[in-house]
């Protein structure tokens, strides 16, 4: 059973395009991110969302806007696409019963924009 | 203050070796620290994690030394295998108990085993 999943897994677009990626978890968590992993691996959180309510906000351009229309999915639509977006997108979940704060990461969007 | 500063930033052993991932940080705020594993092309995965309460812990062949006065962390792998080749990441979580908070990740370090 897949727990987080992420839709597409590769996205390659031009420059000044709109995007989007979607993201679904079947855990049952309350809490969902987004994460950016640039070229050199580097892992750096952009969104999070807490109950459908935007709790973590990091100073990411506002060309990108999540959007959570319930608690097992999080989007993440990227407007007029730059070269510099070009990255792996991870969305993570967390809030089960056990561990409350683990994060579980999906499988990841490369998104090359050229 | 929010960084996590992690070393090497890759490791080559043989198999059966003990690698060990080093990782610091600043912000006493940290509650919770999970190291990840990730292959190429997938997400990461939670490998193991501690509370600053305890000063180890071991899962089969992983385990985590905390030493909270030094305020660093670090991974141990026992009996090594080209399996576990791979780039481990350390993090660090703020945010007490609840069910969110952001994870500050360190930058990396790329692990091979030979056989």
């Known amino acids: 059973d897949t727990a987080v999943s992420q839709t597409p897994k590769y996205l390659v677009t031009q420059m000044g395009n709109d995007k989007s990626i979607k993201c679904e978890q079947n855990l049952g968590h309350d809490t969902m991110y987004w994460y950016k992993q640039d070229s050199k691996k580097f892992l750096k959180i952009m969104f999070s969302y807490n109950n459908k309510e935007l709790i973590i906000n990091e100073t990411v351009p506002n060309r990108f806007s999540p959007k959570s229309p319930d608690k097992a999915h999080l989007n993440l639509h990227i407007n007029s696409l730059e070269l510099g977006d070009s990255a792996v997108y991870f969305c993570a979940s967390s809030g089960g019963r056990e561990v409350r704060y683990e994060q579980y990461f999906g499988p990841g969007t490369r998104l090359t924009v050229t | 203050q929010q960084q996590v500063k992690q070393s090497p930033q890759s490791l080559i052993v043989q198999k059966g070796g003990i690698p060990i991932i080093n990782c610091a940080y600043e912000?006493?705020?940290?509650?919770?620290f999970p190291w990840y594993q990730q292959f190429p092309g997938k997400g990461p995965a939670l490998l193991i994690a501690?509370?600053?309460?305890?000063s180890e812990k071991k899962e089969g062949r992983f385990t985590i030394s905390f030493n909270k006065s030094a305020k660093q962390f670090s991974l141990h792998i026992m009996d090594s295998q080209p399996g576990d080749s791979a780039t481990y990441f350390c993090?660090?979580?703020?945010?007490?108990?609840?069910?969110?908070?952001?994870?500050?990740f360190g930058q990396g370090t790329i692990l091979t085993v030979h056989p």
């Open positions: 501690i509370r600053p309460d305890v």
């Open positions: 912000n006493t705020a940290f509650d919770y």
């Open positions: 993090a660090a979580k703020a945010g007490g108990g609840t069910s969110y908070g952001k994870l500050t």
